[in-house]
């Protein structure tokens, strides 16, 4: 059975600033995905991010990215420019390629981010 | 497009009761998905389907029922609520393209109190 360990419950950092959210996991697979997904006060939980284990190059969108170490099963995301609206939680998940549906996520237990004036 | 429908938002049960947690996409996806969501435990399996007439379970199925009798609808059934299913529960649905790596589409949840 795969595991995913998001090992930071709280994080804060002040607006304009980096914060990096860390993310392990364990697997026997080669290939999987793995996404970044934030729940904000709203409680709907959005796409941030994505990877595919396969890829060498790591994902980027606008000012979020990933720092993906498939040897050490590490996938970190940064957030640059920190703004108010990324206060959230974020929840780390993991997918095995071969299950052919999204619908079957496991989720680390999340890093709840303030992001402060 | 409405995207992924749960209702009620919020409920209160009284322990015993039963209840079903509904949920509806409009999207044509294949596949469709309920999680529980607990403080400090991240969202966690419950079942899912792969299409209409097919469910299958996932981390933590005890004490809840499916069916898909269309593409559209994956209603979630407590057949006797206990406390420890209070949780907030999150419908989600993909479509199939790129298979395990597609993103999903999440209801905006059920926040449940079983008493």
């Known amino acids: 059975a795969q595991t995913v360990t998001q090992s930071q419950p709280e994080m804060s950092v002040q607006e304009a600033e980096t914060v990096t959210l860390s993310c392990t996991y364990d697997t026997s697979e080669s290939n999987y995905y793995l996404f970044w997904y934030k729940q904000p006060p709203s409680r709907q939980m959005i796409l941030v991010i994505r990877?595919?284990?396969?890829?060498?190059q790591n994902a980027t969108e606008n000012r979020f990215s990933v720092n993906f170490q498939k040897a050490a099963k590490s996938f970190s995301l940064k957030i640059s420019d920190s703004q108010l609206g990324d206060t959230a939680m974020y929840f780390c998940?993991?997918?095995?390629?071969?299950?052919?549906?999204?619908?079957?996520?496991?989720f680390g237990t999340g890093t709840r981010l303030q992001v402060t004036l | 497009n409405a995207g992924v429908t749960q209702t009620p938002k919020f409920q209160v049960l009284k322990t015993g009761q039963s209840m079903t947690l509904q949920c509806a996409q409009d999207?044509?996806?294949?596949?469709m998905s309920w999680y529980r969501q607990d403080p400090g435990m991240g969202l966690r399996l419950i079942h899912y389907?792969?299409?209409?007439?097919?469910?299958d379970q996932g981390e933590v199925p005890n004490g809840y029922n499916v069916s898909r009798s269309t593409t559209e609808d994956f209603p979630l059934r407590l057949l006797s609520a206990a406390p420890s299913q209070t949780s907030v529960y999150f419908c989600?649905?993909?479509?199939?393209?790129?298979?395990?790596?597609?993103?999903?589409?999440f209801g905006s949840g059920t926040q449940l109190s079983v008493l």
């Open positions: 989600a649905s993909s479509y199939s393209p790129e298979g395990a790596g597609e993103k999903l589409f």
């Open positions: 389907s792969v299409g209409a007439g097919i469910t």
């Open positions: 999207m044509n996806h294949e596949y």
């Open positions: 990877q595919e284990a396969y890829k060498q």
């Open positions: 998940a993991f997918i095995p390629a071969y299950t052919g549906t999204a619908s079957k996520l496991t």
